[in-house]
T-cell receptor
Framework: DTGVSQNPRHKITKRGQNVTFRCDPI?????LYWYRQTLGQGPEFLTY????????KSRLLSDRFSAERPKGSFSTLEIQRTEQGDSAMYLC??????????FGPGTRLLVL | QKEVEQNSGPLSVPEGAIASLNCTYS??????FFWYRQYSGKSPELIMF????GDKEDGRFTAQLNKASQYVSLLIRDSQPSDSATYLC?????????????FGKGTMLLVSP
């Protein structure tokens, strides 16, 4: 499979716990994006990497959220002290250029 | 005013008909326009994109862009039940050179056999 992969696909956690998600982009894509999607809404941009550099962060990304992309390959998104409002689908997308973005299958987070 | 607006639907069409999905955007600086399809519980998949005013055709899909009216649409010809999904409109703005996509809420399309 040469598409974007994300792990885990599902995560259930208790409020206050930390969670970490991983995204493996398409190998030749140097741009990587994280989005969050809640029911009935379109994806909302969280953050953007070009290679290993995090170039943009949304105001949605509170200080409990951190993302990394060491070596410009896979990326991780960590949420500390999770809250019930963090329950959502977390989507990763990669792109070879400024244009088309290809999404992974997403990680569905449920915070109890 | 929301940045990207779509009618949430559902839009119901019979099999074989033309489905017309519409999207308006507020930022005149928007440069590129994308249509994604999202099946329930799945991630968005890119259908097509358009940059210039006019029509762009790809198989059964046609994207139409009118920058003066800040309007983009997607036509699906010969609709099939497998086309039943939520269609997301996304707009790209040049933001300090970065490619930020802003999505609408999506329009649910139901194609009945």
């Amino acid at each position: 499979d040469t598409g974007v992969s994300q792990n885990p696909r599902h995560k259930i956690t208790k409020r206050g716990q930390n969670v970490t998600f991983r995204c493996d982009p398409i190998s030749e894509h140097n741009r990587l994006y994280w989005y969050r999607q809640t029911l009935g809404q379109g994806p909302e941009f969280l953050t953007y990497f070009q290679n290993e550099a995090q170039l943009e962060k949304s105001r949605l990304l509170s200080d409990r959220f951190s993302a990394e992309r060491p070596k410009g390959s896979f990326s991780t998104l960590e949420i500390q002290r999770t809250e019930q409002g963090d329950s959502a689908m977390y989507l990763c997308a990669s792109s070879p250029s400024q244009e088309t973005q290809y999404f992974g299958p997403g990680t569905r987070l449920l915070v109890l | 005013q929301k940045e990207v607006e779509q009618n949430s639907g559902p839009l119901s069409v019979p099999e074989g008909a033309i489905a017309s999905l519409n999207c308006t955007y507020s930022d005149r600086g928007s440069q590129s326009f994308f249509w994604y399809r999202q099946y329930s519980g799945k991630s968005p998949e890119l259908i097509m994109f358009i940059y210039s005013n006019g029509d762009k055709e790809d198989g059964r899909f046609t994207a139409q862009l009118n920058k003066a009216s800040q309007y983009v649409s997607l036509l699906i010809r010969d609709s099939q039940p497998s086309d039943s999904a939520t269609y997301l409109c996304a707009v790209r703005r040049l933001n300090s050179g970065y490619s930020t996509l802003t999505f609408g809420k999506g329009t649910m399309l139901l194609v009945s056999p």
